[in-house]
């Protein structure tokens, strides 16, 4: 079983559509997949009950509260996608991080995002599992608009940050769409989305490394 942990230090910096993406994509490509819902909020609960008449669905499981919800996951469950309150630091996390492979941290190209990052990223430092090398963390610049100045620099500051930039995640309605419906890019296969479902590429090859 493969346990991603999608997490940050505030609301808004994409952590669902993350969440739910990497869920969708481990699905469609046959995976028995769970996305858990840290977060009261339910987003996440929400999009996989949306998902449910799919042929590829994915399995919600709320876990806002619940330190036993490792428990609660299907035996024949193959990958894991856990959706990280906002605003919860490493020491709110303790089951996730001890239950996750990687965590993914998404980061808009915001100074109040990415400040509010620094302070999360801090508070992973002293994490034993984090000092020690067995669990990874990767950056994902997200909301990105490349052609402007602010998220060409975010880039740059995250390219000297002791975590890799492990993909580029360009800014679009579309996620907004899919997320309603239930679905994700990588549920079409039209010219339209392949330049943003390329975006994913480094990160799912980073995941599964």
Do not use: C
């Amino acid at each position: 079983m493969r346990t991603v942990l999608v997490a940050g230090s505030k609301g808004g910096v994409g952590k669902t559509t993350v969440a739910t993406h990497l869920a969708a994509y481990a699905a469609l490509n046959g995976r028995n997949t769970a996305l858990v819902d840290l977060d009261p909020q339910h987003s996440s609960m929400r999009w996989a009950q949306r998902r449910l008449q799919m042929t590829s669905p994915v399995l919600g499981i709320d876990g806002a509260g619940r330190r036993n919800w490792p428990d609660r996951l299907p035996v024949d469950t193959g990958y894991v996608v856990v959706d990280a309150p906002a605003g919860a630091m490493a020491d709110g996390l303790a089951t996730a991080l001890e239950q996750a492979d990687v965590l993914v941290a998404p980061v808009p190209p915001s100074t109040l995002d990415i400040e509010a990052t620094v302070t999360f990223l801090d508070s992973l430092a002293v994490h034993p599992r984090v000092r020690r090398g067995d669990l990874r963390v990767g950056l994902v610049g997200n909301k990105l608009k490349p052609w402007t100045q602010a998220s060409q620099q975010t880039v740059e500051l995250l390219q000297s940050w002791p975590y890799p930039l492990v993909a580029q995640l360009r800014d679009s309605q579309a996620y907004v769409l899919m997320s309603a419906l239930g679905k994700s890019l990588f549920d079409y296969h039209s010219a339209n989305v392949r330049d943003h479902q390329a975006d994913w590429q480094p990160l799912l090859d980073w995941i599964d490394r």
